[in-house]
């Protein structure tokens, strides 16, 4: 544990002004409010606040971040209070430690609802000052690295699972790729530990292989930008485990395939001597096509600055370069915390680089509940980005698959809500064009537009598919109101009767309606019965039973077997059964089956089908079936899983695998799907030569990201030569 007066100095050591005295009545004040409390290692609690101070000091931050790290845990943990911690140290420690602190005290039902619960605060929280999230991400660094003392895995999957999903993302988001870097590998290792020890070993099979490879290639390039009358520091460094299983997922590629494992750096004084070094490299060595980027002229949203170049370098090696000045490289690696402003309180959220940010705020003022704020919000946080121009230029970045709905969502909420079309570099293309780096989009409004459902098969951002779900929302629960009033004048008329607001509002505390029309919509949408409502404004009128019409439209629970129907019957009808799952958007006691095609799993994006006689078929929203339905608009419906259920059914996916025709193949596929937990309920080969045997495989998963997880497993395997999803 970090002493107080070594705290002091590391402080002092970047920050010459910083207040001594308040850092150490804060070390004092936490140690005493912790008391004999702790953690699940046995070390004494206060351990964990000292070392988050002591990752802050290495951010170099100001004092009152210092004093946040030693306090975050007190209003959670200990018996101190807000205004306690104000009056001893501060308003604006009491206001951060505030933000940090956890929703402990919320009465929820499950750990997703906190831990959405916990983000929407914590979004709120840094929406007005980013020191907020500098200190959860520290926080949240120090229990990975201690996460292994924790005993139920359960909770420690969880805990990386959250790590993983939403603050790796949000370190990004703000360029801290050091924190990102590091958060990313401790969840892997817990996540995927045989993925990471394959991916491991292979690296350092590589690294006896090119030891001298790596000092040479470095030395070949100081000397080819010496040779140019350019001084620069050249260093290579290799890519972390984690990066390299997500690229090898990405680019359905095995490890063999991957041309940038090693990236080298290289640092220069200005600008100008960036493109000088470019100029020079390109010169002397092949460029690969399509690897170059400039992040200077266009940086990153969270500010990053560089060029990537990717030759076929030093000793006929690919590689990938970098090329940054010291002051792109500090930013690289510490983000917002590299320009910290001490004596002016440090960056506003209002900058350009917070796009995002106010982002989240939008889409938490549309989201109904927490759940789907936290969906939206993964959603805005982390993909791969292509960055498009309005036609005055302005730069607007968006998630890759991106559409033209997005992109009006981002230049404005209302822009979005009333786009009829979009010109795209000057061409009129449909709205579920995917966009490209580079293009130019002008959005088309008419104010008679409003958002259309279809528009949510194809929106990629949180921002947009809150929006839209919000007015879909709004709608439905319009027609509810209307369809409820239809049925309760119906069934007040058969009595004699006539409906009226005082009538209605003497009995919605009986159904826990906060209003009249909240009544009627339960009514329309079926949660409760017309005569129920009679029969409580007129409890002397003879009881019937009423006929409930299901437990909602919005969310249909449908039933079936574990085991799929028989390969005959599903032959025929091109779909088998659903599982014991709730899909959102479904009419209640509607029949329905997942596509054989395509075969949805919980966590695709899927559309619905009907078809005449055997209800709804789920299809993957990517499926090629869906193209002979292009001209039947009638026939779809929009339909979700809901995120509300647990998916703990089995499903069946579907791998195209291409195996080494060598002893041990089989073996070796089989053992890797057992060791992920799935099961082989088919396997068909379906080529075969002198090397390799190609082979579709039906594996039993309980869900989207339980395939993935395979899918990269086998890709890690040397006996496996290629894997990817069947589709069609």
Request: contains cysteine.
């Amino acid at each position: 544990m970090i002493r107080q007066f070594e705290l002091v100095e590391r402080v002092q050591s970047y920050d010459p002004t910083a207040d001594e005295d308040v850092l150490n009545r804060a070390y004092v004040y936490g140690l005493k409010k912790h008391g004999n409390q702790l953690r699940a290692s046995g070390d004494p609690y206060f351990s964990h606040p000292v070392e988050v101070a002591g990752i802050l000091a290495e951010m170099k931050l100001d004092t009152s971040s210092i004093v946040t790290g030693l306090l975050h845990d007190t209003l959670e943990d200990t018996d101190a209070t807000r205004d306690e911690i104000a009056r001893l140290f501060g308003e604006d420690v009491a206001r951060l430690v505030d933000g940090v602190t956890k929703l402990s005290r919320l009465e929820v039902q499950s750990e997703s609802t906190k831990e959405a619960e916990n983000l929407r605060k914590l979004i709120l929280a840094m929406s007005s000052d980013i020191r907020v999230l500098l200190v959860k991400l520290a926080d949240r660094l120090h229990n990975m690295r201690t996460l292994k003392h924790i005993k139920e895995p359960a909770r420690r999957s969880r805990i990386a699972r959250e790590t993983m999903d939403l603050y790796a993302p949000l370190a990004s988001r703000i360029g801290m790729e050091n924190v990102k870097r590091e958060l990313e590998e401790l969840a892997f290792a817990e996540l995927n530990p045989d993925g990471r020890t394959s991916v491991q070993s292979r690296l350092g099979y590589l690294r006896e292989k090119g030891e001298k490879l790596v000092p040479e290639i470095e030395a070949e390039l100081v000397a080819t930008l010496k040779a140019g009358r350019l001084e620069a520091q050249v260093s290579g460094r290799e890519k972390t485990p984690y990066s390299i299983w997500r690229k090898m997922q990405q680019k359905n590629v095995s490890f063999e395939q991957l041309a940038d494992i090693m990236a080298f750096r290289i640092i220069v004084d200005t600008v100008a001597e960036c493109y000088q070094a470019l100029g020079l490299l390109h010169g002397e060595y092949q460029v690969v096509p399509a690897r170059f980027k400039d992040y200077i002229s266009v940086p990153k949203p969270n500010g990053y600055r560089s060029l990537h170049t990717g030759v076929i370098g030093p000793l006929g090696q690919r590689i990938e370069i970098q090329i940054r000045t010291s002051e792109m490289q500090d930013q690289a690696e510490r983000g917002v915390a590299a320009h910290w402003v001490y004596k002016q309180g440090g960056p506003s959220t209002d900058a350009p680089q917070y796009a995002w940010l106010r982002s989240l705020m939008e889409i938490l003022d549309k989201a109904p509940n927490a759940e789907e704020f936290l969906e939206h919000t993964k959603l805005e946080m982390f993909q791969d980005q292509v960055f498009c121009f309005t036609p005055k230029g302005k730069l607007i970045a968006l998630p890759r698959g991106a559409t033209p709905i997005d992109f009006a969502y981002a230049v404005h909420s209302q822009v979005g809500d009333t786009c009829v079309g979009a010109k795209i570099n000057g061409r009129m293309l449909p709205l579920r064009t995917q966009l490209a780096n580079g293009d130019q989009i002008e959005i088309v409004t008419s104010r008679a537009q409003t958002p259309s459902p279809t528009w949510e098969r194809f929106a990629v951002t949180g921002k947009a598919k809150a929006a839209i779900r919000r007015f879909i929302r709004v709608r439905q629960r319009e027609q509810y109101i209307q369809l409820g009033r239809s049925l309760l004048d119906k069934t007040f008329h058969e009595e004699g009767y006539e409906v009226t607001e005082k009538g209605l509002d003497g009995v919605r505390a009986n159904f826990k309606q906060p209003s009249t029309d909240d009544l009627v919509a339960a009514v329309g949408a079926g949660l409760t019965g017309a005569r129920e409502v009679l029969t409580a404004v007129f409890p002397g009128l003879k009881s019937r039973p009423s006929v409930r019409s299901g437990s909602g439209a919005d969310v249909v629970p449908i039933s079936r077997a574990r085991k799929p129907s028989k390969s005959g019957d599903a032959g025929r009808n091109g779909a088998e059964p659903a599982g014991q799952i709730a899909i959102r958007g479904l009419i209640p006691g509607m029949a329905v089956h997942f596509a054989r095609c395509c075969h949805p799993l919980p966590g695709d994006r899927i559309v619905g089908i009907i078809t005449t006689g055997k209800g709804v078929t789920i299809h993957t929203i990517d499926c090629a079936t869906l193209e002979s339905f292009s001209d039947a608009s009638e026939r779809w419906i929009d339909v979700g899983w809901d995120a509300t259920s647990e998916h703990d059914g089995v499903y069946t996916g579907r791998l195209k695998v291409t195996v080494a025709n060598q002893p041990g193949s089989l073996s070796s596929l089989s053992t890797v799907i057992a060791r992920h937990h799935g099961n082989i309920s088919n396997l068909r080969i379906v080529n075969r030569s002198m090397d390799f045997f190609d082979m579709v495989i039906d594996v039993e998963v309980t869900d989207v990201k339980h395939l993935a997880d395979i899918t990269a497993a086998l890709r890690a395997t040397p006996a496996i030569n290629a894997v990817e999803r069947a589709r069609n």
